[in-house]
């Protein structure tokens, strides 16, 4: 059996952990499928790089709002996808041949299980490897649900993991799931040239966001793809490139491809953590207290695996809480989760950090709401944009912000002077009134849902 230093499962975010630091220690990375993890393959990037493209053929396409005469010909998709995965892959190969020629680290191509406290056996091509360590670093990441009537269909469907790197785009496409994936990778498709039916258990797209968000979000889906919403899948028919989904209303959707985007579950249940002492929770996220250790001496995790929060930029920082607290056991800090922000990449972008108004309702929290529309600021005429809103909550009395929501173009840059007032507590009124606001920029729509407060 191999000892090692530390090893890290997981080679996304996971592979942050292991810096200059750590040089002179053995370290092994184990990794089964991407170095990158999702975010470079099969996520965050690989996404935006497709909806930046589709946000170009919908302005050429709506030219004419400007007065400019253009005409949109074709998304060439096999050439946008092969430049988009030809950088991102030869992105992945790259960071897994660094890996490998550093004296310092091995790397284990295959799948990690525990087979004992701080014990592993690594499936590799080759057979099986046992290993261990001193420390050991969770960060296996998730993967897309797909639930029974479509996994026990036995006919193809499509993940996030699979769609982005099909050969064409569907004739119709049928998604199940109304979250931002889903959302984002109907645009994607939609301005592409496939028809787009989207199958959503709730009332509402985007329902974890800000109740007016989600609301005026779906009315403007309702002009671009066919919705079902409030209903379930029940079954699958048809044959691969002829779909048929049937509805739990009896309702039919005919389609050549279907996108599963419902949702994401964590590893863990892939790693046989009760040999190893290391609890989940009912979801099968990992235990982890704020120090990100687990419940078994040694072995800390991070990312999608673990997090209250699945996000990119979450998994990041806990890389980074992660890599103190290995090194430096008298001194640890903690990962803290509070004023996270997020982004939906569609059109029009969406940027949330903080409470919605529902939460606020829920909390029994006194609050009050400040908006602006976009429509009302100068560049906004600019932009001919009668559908972007800024709505922020605040703390009655002292302007203490609760939440922030933006709907409309670069949402997810306007969105940050709230995240930085929100996590130094920079008061409402003192954000308004102190910084010079820039006319005619679009940043006056924050400014202006400010001042609505009235503070």
């Given at each position: 059996?191999?000892?090692?230093?530390?090893?890290?499962?997981?080679?996304?975010?996971?592979?942050?952990?292991?810096?200059?630091?750590?040089?002179?220690?053995?370290?092994?990375?184990?990794?089964?499928?991407?170095?990158?993890?999702?975010?470079?393959?099969?996520?965050?990037?690989?996404?935006?790089?497709?909806?930046?493209?589709?946000?170009?053929?919908?302005?050429?396409?709506?030219?004419?709002?400007?007065?400019?005469?253009?005409?949109?010909?074709?998304?060439?998709?096999?050439?946008?996808?092969?430049?988009?995965?030809?950088?991102?892959?030869?992105?992945?190969?790259?960071?897994?041949?660094?890996?490998?020629?550093?004296?310092?680290?091995?790397?284990?191509?295959?799948?990690?299980?525990?087979?004992?406290?701080?014990?592993?056996?690594?499936?590799?091509p080759d057979g099986p490897v046992e290993v261990a360590a001193d420390q050991i670093v969770i960060a296996a990441g998730g993967r897309p649900l797909v639930p029974p009537p479509v996994a026990d269909s036995g006919l193809p469907y499509e993940t996030s993991d699979t769609v982005m790197r099909v050969d064409a785009p569907p004739r119709r496409l049928a998604v199940l799931g109304g979250g931002y994936i889903a959302a984002e990778l109907a645009e994607v498709f939609s301005e592409a040239g496939s028809a787009v039916t989207i199958v959503e258990k709730e009332e509402r797209l985007l329902g974890p966001q800000d109740e007016t968000v989600a609301e005026r979000f779906?009315?403007?889906?309702?002009?671009?793809?066919?919705?079902?919403?409030?209903?379930?899948?029940?079954?699958?028919?048809?044959?691969?490139?002829?779909?048929?989904?049937?509805?739990?209303?009896?309702?039919?959707?005919?389609?050549?491809?279907?996108?599963?985007?419902?949702?994401?579950?964590?590893?863990?249940?892939?790693?046989?953590?009760?040999?190893?002492?290391?609890?989940?929770?009912?979801?099968?996220?990992?235990?982890?207290?704020?120090?990100?250790?687990?419940?078994?001496?040694?072995?800390?995790?991070?990312?999608?695996?673990?997090?209250?929060?699945?996000?990119?930029?979450?998994?990041?920082?806990?890389?980074?809480?992660?890599?103190?607290?290995?090194?430096?056991?008298?001194?640890?800090?903690?990962?803290?989760?509070?004023?996270?922000?997020?982004?939906?990449?569609?059109?029009?972008?969406?940027?949330?950090?903080?409470?919605?108004?529902?939460?606020?309702?829920?909390?029994?929290?006194?609050?009050?709401?400040?908006?602006?529309?976009?429509?009302?600021?100068?560049?906004?005429?600019?932009?001919?944009?009668?559908?972007?809103?800024?709505?922020?909550?605040?703390?009655?009395?002292?302007?203490?912000?609760?939440?922030?929501?933006?709907?409309?173009?670069?949402?997810?840059?306007?969105?940050?002077?709230?995240?930085?007032?929100?996590?130094?507590?920079?008061?409402?009124?003192?954000?308004?009134?102190?910084?010079?606001?820039?006319?005619?920029?679009?940043?006056?729509?924050?400014?202006?849902?400010?001042?609505?407060?009235?503070?």
């Amino acid at each position: 059996m191999r000892h090692h230093d530390l090893i890290v499962i997981g080679a996304g975010s996971g592979n942050a952990v292991v810096d200059g630091s750590f040089t002179g220690l053995d370290v092994a990375v184990v990794e089964e499928k991407w170095f990158g993890g999702t975010c470079l393959n099969a996520g965050c990037i690989p996404s935006k790089m497709l909806a930046f493209a589709a946000h170009v053929a919908s302005t050429v396409r709506e030219a004419g709002t400007y007065d400019v005469d253009a005409e949109l010909r074709a998304v060439r998709w096999r050439e946008l996808r092969d430049r988009v995965f030809g950088r991102l892959d030869a992105a992945r190969e790259e960071g897994r041949r660094g890996r490998e020629a550093d004296d310092g680290i091995t790397v284990y191509g295959g799948r990690a299980r525990f087979t004992g406290p701080r014990r592993l056996v690594v499936e590799l091509p080759d057979g099986p490897v046992e290993v261990a360590a001193d420390q050991i670093v969770i960060a296996a990441g998730g993967r897309p649900l797909v639930p029974p009537p479509v996994a026990d269909s036995g006919l193809p469907y499509e993940t996030s993991d699979t769609v982005m790197r099909v050969d064409a785009p569907p004739r119709r496409l049928a998604v199940l799931g109304g979250g931002y994936i889903a959302a984002e990778l109907a645009e994607v498709f939609s301005e592409a040239g496939s028809a787009v039916t989207i199958v959503e258990k709730e009332e509402r797209l985007l329902g974890p966001q800000d109740e007016t968000v989600a609301e005026r979000f779906t009315d403007l889906a309702r002009d671009r793809y066919d919705l079902r919403l409030g209903r379930e899948v029940t079954g699958v028919g048809g044959r691969p490139g002829a779909l048929r989904l049937t509805l739990d209303d009896g309702s039919t959707v005919e389609a050549d491809m279907l996108l599963v985007a419902a949702g994401r579950v964590p590893n863990s249940d892939r790693l046989d953590l009760d040999t190893a002492g290391v609890k989940t929770r009912d979801d099968g996220r990992i235990v982890v207290d704020a120090y990100q250790r687990t419940t078994a001496e040694g072995v800390f995790a991070l990312g999608d695996i673990c997090t209250p929060v699945p996000l990119k930029h979450v998994a990041n920082r806990e890389a980074k809480v992660v890599a103190h607290n290995l090194l430096h056991p008298d001194d640890l800090v903690s990962a803290d989760h509070d004023g996270v922000p997020a982004a939906v990449f569609t059109r029009p972008q969406i940027a949330s950090v903080g409470a919605t108004e529902q939460d606020c309702r829920d909390r029994g929290l006194e609050y009050l709401v400040g908006t602006a529309q976009y429509a009302d600021v100068a560049y906004g005429w600019a932009m001919e944009d009668t559908t972007g809103f800024c709505k922020v909550l605040a703390e009655p009395g002292t302007g203490r912000l609760l939440g922030a929501h933006l709907m409309g173009s670069q949402a997810p840059t306007l969105i940050q002077p709230l995240v930085l007032a929100t996590a130094l507590g920079i008061d409402a009124a003192t954000l308004a009134d102190t910084p010079y606001w820039i006319h005619p920029a679009l940043t006056e729509v924050v400014e202006n849902a400010l001042l609505d407060l009235g503070l």
